[in-house]
């Protein structure tokens, strides 16, 4: 994540929620091992160094990486403290991802963890807030204490796990590991950051917030044009942060592509009835004037009616969007063709979508015509 790194981290924006990118291998520079409690200059290449010697197999180490971090450059300069930062980050991710893979046989169905938390966050599986485990790790209600005592392999991993700043997601059946927004927002605001910490406390009131399950929508259509609408404003406002274009441009992308072609299980356009067929099959009773009687009703592919009054909110409220132009385009042909996804609704996403990440989504957009 700092410049002397060539990689490029992949956005990641699924049903686990935004998380932070893939770390960049550490640099191969041998330093003396972090010891907490030992102050050192804030340089970033003895810091980055030093995360060497941590174990990424074991979440602790994300205390010993933030307490070096906070000893180092809490009265650091701004550039070096973000510069730090962003190691503390890259190796909270680190950590992050050997957990979600080493441990998954101890989170997945069927697991003591998964029996635990699935009663712990009963009915709300997809906003089982870290702050909720711990009030259960912390209640002293008899039910509490019995399910910890039924469940002390599991209780044991989501107390390690929450003392060490990582938190649970839920997905498809099983648990993972995931990250804890206020965990790494409370490192940031001991630092003394720059736009980094404003990207920071973005992403931390953003995270919690799941977009996508099981190839569906679950904040809905407006929902969804909503938080387009707060990323694309965070990536006008701080243009050249590293992240804006790291993490947020990325996710903007993904996020103008579910809101124009959906998603398997939330298509943007579906199968309908025309309103005079659907009058007449009902009613049994003569069609509106300038239509004519159909005795079987024809279901036409057409654009799911709430994504198409979300689009209209978007021209009224979405001005500044960069992706006005396209959400414009949109509405004025669907207007001209009673809401049907047309070939010349497809040439003109093409024109205008011309980023190769959007290669795949548009040939979604292929088979809204194909047959006609």
Not at 119 to 128: A, D, K
Not at 151 to 156: D, K, L, M, P, Q
Not at 260 to 276: E, H, K, S
Request: aromatic content about 10%.
């Amino acid at each position: 994540m700092t410049a002397a790194r060539s990689c490029r981290p992949a956005a990641v924006a699924t049903g686990l929620a935004v998380l932070f990118a893939l770390p960049c291998p550490l640099a191969a520079a041998r330093n003396p091992p972090i010891r907490p409690g030992q102050p050192a200059a804030c340089i970033v290449s003895s810091y980055t160094g030093a995360l060497r010697d941590l174990d990424p197999a074991k979440p602790e180490s994300i205390l010993a990486a933030r307490d070096a971090a906070l000893d180092r450059c809490a009265k650091a300069a701004v550039t070096d403290a973000e510069a730090v930062f962003r190691e503390f980050r890259a190796f909270y991710d680190q950590v992050l991802q050997t957990q979600t893979r080493t441990a998954f046989p101890q989170t997945k169905a069927g697991s003591d963890v998964d029996r635990l938390l699935s009663r712990v966050c009963e009915r709300m599986l997809l906003r089982c807030t870290p702050a909720r485990i711990d009030a259960w790790l912390a209640s002293t209600a008899p039910q509490d204490q019995q399910l910890k005592s039924t469940h002390a392999e599991g209780a044991a991993l989501v107390r390690r796990y929450r003392s060490a700043g990582l938190g649970f997601a839920w997905s498809e059946g099983d648990w993972y590991a995931a990250p804890d927004p206020a965990f790494v927002l409370d490192v940031a605001g001991r630092l003394p950051l720059g736009d980094l910490g404003a990207w920071v406390t973005f992403w931390a009131a953003e995270a919690p917030t799941r977009v996508a399950e099981d190839a569906g929508i679950v904040i809905g259509w407006e929902g969804l044009r909503k938080r387009l609408a707060r990323w694309d404003a965070f990536a006008r406002a701080r243009p050249d942060l590293r992240e804006t274009q790291l993490e947020v441009v990325p996710h903007v992308a993904w996020l103008i592509a579910v809101y124009v072609f959906g998603i398997d299980n939330t298509p943007a356009y579906t199968m309908r009835l025309t309103d005079a067929t659907d009058y007449d099959v009902r009613r049994n009773a003569p069609p509106p004037a300038g239509t004519r009687r159909s005795v079987t009703p024809a279901a036409t592919l057409r654009i799911d009616p709430v994504l198409r009054s979300s689009y209209d909110r978007f021209l009224v409220e979405n001005r500044e969007s960069a992706y006005y132009t396209v959400i414009a385009g949109i509405v004025e042909r669907l207007k001209a063709s009673d809401g049907v996804p047309t070939k010349e609704l497809v040439q003109f996403l093409r024109s205008e979508l011309t980023d190769p990440y959007f290669a795949n989504w548009l040939r979604i957009a292929d088979g809204w015509t194909s047959g006609r």
